[in-house]
């Protein structure tokens, strides 16, 4: 017999039918599952021909397992032309008529948006009608949804309840997903111990997903003593059975905490701090409750991004920054950027309790997106300002949103040192310098001045946040000394990137358009 496909098998699971369905008789049973053999691709039972006749006569007769099998056959093509609509009806007329099943098959694909038009409001619903007529794996598809708010709001608590349900009935991946969110506190303080529980019952299920936090644990000390062997134990568990992100953790080398704090990483409660008074950067994550911000905070700033595990006990990684704001009332403008990393233009306002970002986004890697870059958002910072007798510093929290994943990311803390004034001896060294821009905010257009040590020619571009160059203009030969220009920009309110390229260097001013 030739290798049975992984498309067939899935098939088949789509297409099986639930233990005990009373409405089959043996005669059926013994029909259908003939005709689920005949679609299995590669096998010698294959006739998809023959496997379709007999979902047709079954579904005529009013076998709603049939109806069921049908539906899927009229939606993915097979032994028959693609009849998206066909597939809906069929798989409608096997749900009412009580097969809880075609509810979540129906819900797929409405999900996917294959055999019929993405709509992930009509799938949380067939997936709630499936879990609630009987069929379990369809507890932790709606519960999913509902945790990554999609096709209705995010609702932790309201996730929580569904997977419990679920997990009640002895659904291990409802038992993976509680584990989930005691591991990363959303919806449940964050409890590595209270994770690991659950991941074991669900991995005594077998469940893939399960086996691989659980290396994870033991791997990098959380809410467990770091265990190497016991780490790749869990690991190879998951990898043979498929899951992909076990193979590629075995292959790193190096675990996301590489320099742990402790053995064993407990979770604990963190404070809120009220005053910050420290400028080195803490071993632990520290909860900033922001100070209203009554000083102008425009300049430029050094510093670092820690980031943390999830209970906040160890520093994962630490970023070097260079961030340049400017502050218009309660509105915050800059530009953020990571040294050897991405950068990021952003927008905010300021708020007595935050400062809450408009639509900024920036492209990051870590540990587990090595070789490629995840999209996160900017959602918002609490920080404070602390003044040094040597320098004023801007220090607290950053919380990014994972795009691809739909959740707030770990703990981060900021760090930043306001730059002084350039000494005379750094101004000399660079080419151009001393660029200003006046007014800005402008209406229709602005004074741009800047000076130059040495004849060059300077090209100045104004884009977008989004990049796309809305003006550009060069100066060829300019002689050393003041240089003093008018740009008039045809464009709406908002704001915007001046760039000044010299050579092979550019200098970046941020523009508010009235």
Known sequence: MKKTTQKGVCLLLLLGSMLGYSQESPEAKKALLTARLQLIEGSSYYNPTAALATYQQQAAAGNAEAMNGLGLLYSKGIGVAVDEQQGINWLEKAAENGYAKAWYNLG????????????QEKAIVCFEKAAKGGYDTAWNTWGGMVMKGKGTA??????????????????????????????????FPQDYAKAIELFELAAEKRNPVAMYMLGLCYRNGYGVAIDTEKAKYWLNKSAALGFKDSEKELADPEPENANPNQEKTVSITIPEVISITETVAPETFKKVKQAPITANISGNYTGYLLRYDWSGQNIISKTPLQIDLQQD???????????????????????????????????????????????????EAKLQLLQTEESLYLVGNLQLFNIRERENEKPMYLILEKKQAQTTVTVASEILSKVVVYPNPFSSSFELSFDLTESTNVTASVHSLSGQMLFTTQWNNLNPGAQNKTISLNAPSGYYLLHLTYGTEVKTSILIKK
């Not at 309840?161 to 409802?174: E, H, M, R, Y």
């Open 154 to 187: 995010q609702n932790y608590p309201l996730a929580i309840s569904i997977f419990q349900q679920g997990a009640d009935k002895g659904n291990a991946a409802c038992l993976y997903s509680l584990g989930y969110l005691h591991y990363k506190g959303f919806g």
């Open 108 to 119: 797929l694909l409405y999900k996917e948006g294959v055999g019929a038009t993405q709509n």
């Open 329 to 379: 009332g309660k509105q915050l403008a800059g530009e953020w950027r990571e040294i050897e990393g991405d950068t990021a233009v952003f927008t905010a306002k300021i708020q007595d309790d935050a400062i809450v970002f408009h639509d900024s986004k920036i492209k990051r890697t870590e540990h587990f997106y090595k070789g490629s870059l995840n999209t996160y958002e900017f959602k």
